[in-house]
């Protein structure tokens, strides 16, 4: 009987705290909580600028924010992302094309983990300006988050892990 009630209250406790390990470090994200242009704006001009405000100060590594055009190839932002505070800005070459225009953004919170998402505005008169990159190019350069390092680290933790394995198999034979 003692026994039983020791199980339940280390299953709890196992509850408890798996719970709160959970729940703990989603909460302490940062949050997107405006822009500029607003989501699903209508826009006769495209934005010089476009803006995000975070309800708190980010992290300025990997921080990327692109605006990809209505034909979904082209990039239309100018230059790098800036970070200042709790906003994340890029400027915006003149736009072109009427349609729908969509902004990736990803950033790194406060606490150290990535957040992303992402918004769009609809130019409704077409500009004069011409493309950026296209988006398959890999021009984006500094824009995007480099993928191999994390690539890397995977293969060599899943191969050592692996090899760990076999050797172990091995000694047990
Ligand atoms: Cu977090």
Do not use: C
């Not at 400027?91 to 950033?107: C, E, H, Q, S």
């Not at 606490?111 to 505005?121: I, R």
């Not at 021009?139 to 993928?147: A, D, E, F, H, R």
Request: glycine fraction near 14%; aromatic fraction near 6%; charged fraction near 15%.
């Amino acid at each position: 009987m003692i026994r039983r009630v020791l199980i339940a209250a280390a299953g709890l406790l196992v509850l408890l705290v798996g719970g709160t390990g959970l729940a703990g470090p989603a909460s302490a994200h940062s949050r997107l909580i405006g822009s500029d242009p607003a989501n699903n704006a209508s826009l006769t001009a495209g934005p010089q600028r476009i803006t995000l405000t975070f309800n708190e100060a980010i992290q300025s590594d990997y921080a990327v924010l692109n605006v990809v055009g209505p034909d979904e190839k082209h990039y239309w932002q100018q230059g790098d992302p800036d970070v200042s505070g709790d906003h994340l800005s890029v400027a915006v070459r003149p736009l072109g094309p009427t349609g729908k225009y969509t902004i990736n953004w990803r950033v790194t919170s406060a606490d150290g983990h990535p957040v992303q998402g992402q918004l769009s505005f609809t130019l409704t008169q077409a500009g004069t300006g011409t493309p950026g990159p296209e988006v398959s190019s890999g021009k984006s350069g500094s824009s995007g988050v480099p993928w191999w390092p994390f690539a890397i680290v995977a293969v060599l933790v899943f191969g050592g892990g692996l090899a760990g394995t076999v050797l172990i198999g091995r000694k047990r034979k």
